[in-house]
């Protein structure tokens, strides 16, 4: 059950910084936006890569986007996958691209239910003491 | 009374801490006996639950976070994820923050004149209109108050961007993803000279 690489870095910690009393559900409901738009996301980067002719610039511009909102919740993993297709486009390879869709999928279903396992604990521990930092 | 802890590292392993009274440490990072010390955690007094980053560097600043005093802020941002972090980054640091998610939003909140921002937070990818030109429209601007300051917010901040940045009239530029730290000190040196 524990991967080897950290699914999320310093910047879901920042989230959890910019928790407090005037916003307390505040990660939570970043979180939901993200998973509210990648698979939106990843379902547009799936079409246009079946379009013929090809459309790199498309395909970069969506994965862009992913890339963007998951490396601002901290998503690492799937921000370094993002790279790696982003790579593919600009070297045209579309089967490459392909490859990386479906590491970008399962990335993003694992990291989902971590992520819903995760709030779900902290629902159960305590909803009120939940990710404050000690160091002010 | 037992002080519990729970531990959240960056990459999602919980680990469990019990403080007993008399001073024994008992730590829980077995996954399947997790939920079992959780639940045995419910009938002690929950004192503390800290995220603590896999790192071992402090990634939590010390020096305190720059206030704004009301620093009267537009966020452009077509990003709903995006957006929402930035705004909550613009507000701890103390400004009072308006924000839209397209170019055209935000010439409309401009031209509403209604109230005047001093400075306006405008992220580059945007589609519906591309972000230099809307920096070019704000700057074209006419209004009675002193153009805004104008903030990029970009994936890269190299020679390109930079550029393209200063001709379009943008006084500063921030690489993604923001921190707190990095939106606050940019925030200081474009107002310093300015």
């Not at chain 1, 982003?86 to 490859?99: F, I, V």
Request: net charge neutral.
């Amino acid at each position: 059950m524990v991967p080897e690489m950290g699914y999320l870095d310093e910047q879901f910690n920042q989230l959890e910084e910019l928790q407090d009393e005037s916003s307390p559900n505040f990660v939570e409901e970043v979180v939901a936006l993200f998973l509210k738009d990648s698979p939106r996301l990843l379902s547009n980067i799936e079409q246009t890569i079946g379009k013929y002719p090809q459309d790199f610039y498309r395909l970069d511009s969506l994965v862009h986007q992913l890339k963007g909102s998951g490396s601002s919740i901290g998503a690492v993993r799937m921000k370094n996958e993002c790279s790696v297709f982003k790579a593919h486009c600009n070297d045209r390879n579309l089967e490459g691209c392909r490859r990386s869709l479906q590491k970008m999928k399962r990335e993003h279903a694992t990291l989902k239910q971590k992520l819903e396992s995760y709030f779900q604990l902290l629902r159960q521990v305590g909803p009120r003491e939940h990710a404050v930092n000690s160091r002010k | 009374m037992c002080n519990l802890y729970i531990l959240l590292l960056a990459d999602l392993r919980l680990y469990v801490v019990l403080q007993m009274m008399n001073g024994n440490i008992w730590s829980v990072s077995d996954p399947e006996g997790l939920r079992e010390t959780v639940m045995l955690a419910l009938q002690f007094q929950v004192q503390h639950v800290t995220p603590v980053s896999g790192a071992s560097s402090d990634l939590y600043r010390l020096s305190p976070i720059p206030n704004f005093n009301g620093l009267h802020v537009l966020l452009v941002d077509g990003d709903d994820t995006n957006r929402a972090v930035t705004h909550k980054l613009l507000e701890k640091l103390g400004c009072r923050v308006f924000s839209v998610s397209s170019g055209i939003q935000c010439m409309t909140s401009f031209a509403g004149g209604e109230s005047s921002f001093q400075l306006v937070l405008l992220d580059l990818t945007m589609h519906t209109m591309d972000g230099f030109e809307v920096a070019l429209a704000i700057r074209k601007f006419r209004s009675n108050s002193w153009p805004p300051l104008i903030v990029a917010l970009a994936a890269s901040s190299d020679d390109n961007v930079r550029d393209r940045c200063q001709r379009s009239g943008i006084n500063g530029l921030l690489q993604k993803p923001v921190t707190l730290a990095a939106l606050g000190d940019e925030l200081y040196r474009v107002l310093q000279h300015n």
